[in-house]
């Protein structure tokens, strides 16, 4: 399988960064998604890395390393309501393939 | 611009009976796929349809089907419900023409007792 795998749960403090790490299986892989999660609802989408390199988007950032398997979200400036799930996912198969998704990381953000 | 829309809410069940899911998914996506998350869990690929045909399965019983309609909405359905079913069921929608990323329904939360 396409064994997706993240840290279970982080801590971090309001104001501070935390990078959530996440490494896959590179064979058939085409692209990494980061999603983020509130307690009982959907996943929304954070981003997507299909080449090496670092793409920022406001506070968050997300880096992909295709020869290493692995990619990381970069959170600054943590708020409150930064608190979720965090979900890495591989796309294999594909560009239109299905995600594999790893088992999620909790972000604690205290005060 | 409506985002991906699923029903119901929420479902109890016992074992052994049938339901059925719905999804339509966001304006100008023409793909569906379905995924199962259990609590404390990422989600589980279950299929995905596009032209109206399963086009992709992940390990799922053949309890397990789908369809989708010509406007492109889908239906989950799940026969012989067990207790193991009971999970968080969501549905993700795409379009060939743009980019791959998925966008996530709200999901339906899906209750067997």
């Known amino acids: 399988g396409q064994n997706i795998d993240q840290p279970t749960e982080m801590t971090a403090t309001e104001g501070a960064i935390v990078q959530i790490n996440c490494t896959y299986q590179?064979?058939?892989?085409?692209?990494l998604f980061w999603y983020q999660q509130h307690a009982g609802e959907a996943p929304t989408f954070l981003s997507y890395n299909v080449l090496d390199g670092l793409e920022e988007k406001g506070r968050f950032s997300s880096f992909l390393s295709r020869s290493k398997g692995y990619s990381y979200l970069l959170l600054k400036e943590l708020q409150m309501k930064d608190s979720a799930s965090y979900l890495c996912?591989?796309?294999?198969?594909?560009?239109?393939?299905?995600?594999?998704f790893g088992k999620g990381t909790k972000l604690s953000v205290k005060p | 611009d409506a985002g991906v829309t699923q029903s119901p809410t929420h479902l109890i069940k016992t074992r052994g009976q049938q339901v059925t899911l719905r999804c339509s998914p966001k304006s100008g996506h023409d793909t569906v796929s379905w995924y199962q998350q259990a609590l404390g869990q990422g989600p589980q690929f279950i299929f995905q349809y596009y032209e109206e045909e399963e086009r992709q399965r992940g390990n799922f019983p053949d309890r397990f089907s789908g369809h989708q309609f010509p406007n492109y909405s889908s239906e989950l359905n799940v026969n012989a419900l067990l207790l193991g079913d009971s999970a968080l069921y969501l549905c993700a929608s795409s379009g060939l023409a743009g980019p791959d990323t998925q966008y996530f329904g709200p999901g339906t939360r899906l209750t067997v007792l």
């Open positions: 996912a591989g796309i294999y198969g594909g560009s239109q393939g299905n995600l594999i």
């Open positions: 590179t064979s058939g892989f085409n692209g």
